[in-house]
């Protein structure tokens, strides 16, 4: 078995690692996060499929696998870790994390053990910490000042700066001179650096000379981890922007971001990181399955825009906001910006565009937060059966079909009909939390089963956040095909967004009422300014005829949330209506 002595160097996340090869095992290793003294080792070791465990013991310094089996346990062993791995052609791939205690400088052993290995494989880790790094540097700086220290120089570069899990291989281009050159600008002063600005100069150089020879998708694709792959086209940078969207991106979205910014020269690590932002704000919004990582996005860039859009943004309903996230992604599929701040301009446009729509809405379409429909009530069937009888629902004490249901008793009788009629069930064994609010999904749920609304002919659902395999399809398939609901947006129906009270009352008008009557009604909340233009005729319509109450001090509060208490009261209260007729 062959053993290979390596050195990590740990503070202020130095990572680099080693390979070892013993039979046909490929050993090898990183430092994921060298505050938190957390190293990963990962690679292929032979496994036999009736025992397909792997064992990884990291021994303290001082102890080898000779004298392990002779000392106690708690002292010998500093980390442990036992995976189940996959067998496959009589090999098993494996990345498994450990966090050293107790750490101080000097030599830790880890050993790697299965069933099919006759003795285990052994990788010796020399470890650095504090000031013997910056030590070690003025030793081989030293040394290779004077001479003598060329062999020592060339150990330390294929050994020691592998950085932040770049392999071996993409390190051959720099030599022990440039990377102790780096260290201060000469070989003679690396004391005079610290090691963040260490690392940062031999990062800065590794992702340079990969970029400009075009192998960053190389390098992504042979990473052993995600995380791995993000740190290193990100260069280390853990604070910029596009890391933070890059490790909550797609593959598609990395690989992508990967072919725009190699294959170019880049005069400094600025100019990659400029491009490095744009282009992952870019292509992360453009693949965006949803609002949510278009808003996510924009904030995680927010440090770099000049635009303040916040103010503009916060006064937006929630459905206003889902709008303007689509619009903003609609924009950038078709025209890419070339510095972060051009989409923070275009968000304020399209914000402030929105804003100016809904003080002129006519309330037809989706003018202003249209996410409650675009009306045609007399196109969706609705019967009246599932009512017969609701009004002798037994309620009493014991007979309730929730247990936290009490005290909320002015919704007891909703809630146990919808119950009946299946359109309500708990989220919990005998819990219906009536006090929760309700997204826009559970809400066209309870009401489609609520109405038995059956649509004449179903339509394809156009919406991106709306998959057939998702539990509410068919439930937003028949809604949407009946008429009486909409997206915000043409590009996404609003899926997790709690629904607002206005909201709730335009699509049970839109469903139960004939919206082409000419009502003439008008709320009389104190607070009918904030009501949605596209929601003040349903609102004044069912408040007068008694389906839908203020909160309070005579306002509606049309922005709140809906509770589930609330939703099964109105939607009771539309079913009784029917069953009039």
Known sequence: MIKKVVFAVCVFVLACSAVVFASESSIDFYVADAEKHDVIIYGSVPVDKTDSWLTISLLNPGFTADNADDADADVAVNSFKRVLLKEEDGMGDFSVKLRLRNVKTGTYTALLRTGAMEEPEELSIEYFIGDDVITLCENIASALESGDGEELAIHFTEDVLRLVGVRRTYL???????????????????????????????????????????????????????????????????????????????????????????GKSYANRTDFDSALNVSVLNNAIASAENYVVVRDVMN???????????????????TQKAKAEAELQKYIKNNKVKKPDDAAKKFLSIIEEIIEDSKSSSGSGKGGGGSSGSGG??????????????????????????????????????????????????????????????????FVKMVVLALEIEPEELKEVVFADVLENDWFYPYVSKAYSSGIINGVTDLFFGTGYEITREEMAAILYRTAFNTEEEHNAEPVFSDKDNISEYASEAVAVLSNIGIINGKGNGMFEPKDSATRAEAAKVIYLVMQEIAKR
Not at 300 to 318: G, N, V
Not at 390 to 407: R, Y
């Open 172 to 262: 051959s281009d720099v030599s022990a001179e440039e990377i102790c050159s780096l260290i201060d600008g000469s070989p003679s002063k690396p004391v005079d650096a610290t090691l963040e600005s260490i690392k940062r100069a031999i990062e800065e150089k590794v992702i340079l000379d990969m970029a400009e020879k075009d192998e960053l998708n190389e390098l992504i694709t042979t990473a052993p981890t995600d995380e791995q792959a993000m740190d290193v086209l990100s260069g280390g940078n853990f604070d910029a922007p596009s890391f933070k969207v890059l490790t909550k991106s797609a593959e598609k979205v990395v690989m992508a971001v990967a072919d725009e910014v190699s």
């Open 300 to 318: 995680d860039f927010s440090e770099l825009f000049e635009t303040d859009y916040s103010d503009e943004y916060d006064d937006l309903s929630k």
């Open 377 to 442: 009530g007399g196109r969706v069937n609705v019967s009246s059966d599932i009512i017969k009888e609701v009004n002798t629902v037994d309620n009493s004490a014991g007979k309730l079909p929730f247990t936290d249901i009490e005290h909320v008793q002015w919704a007891q009788e909703s809630i146990i009909a919808l119950e009946k009629a299946g359109a309500v069930s708990g989220r919990a064994k005998m819990q219906f939390e009536p006090d929760a609010t309700v997204t826009r999904e559970e």
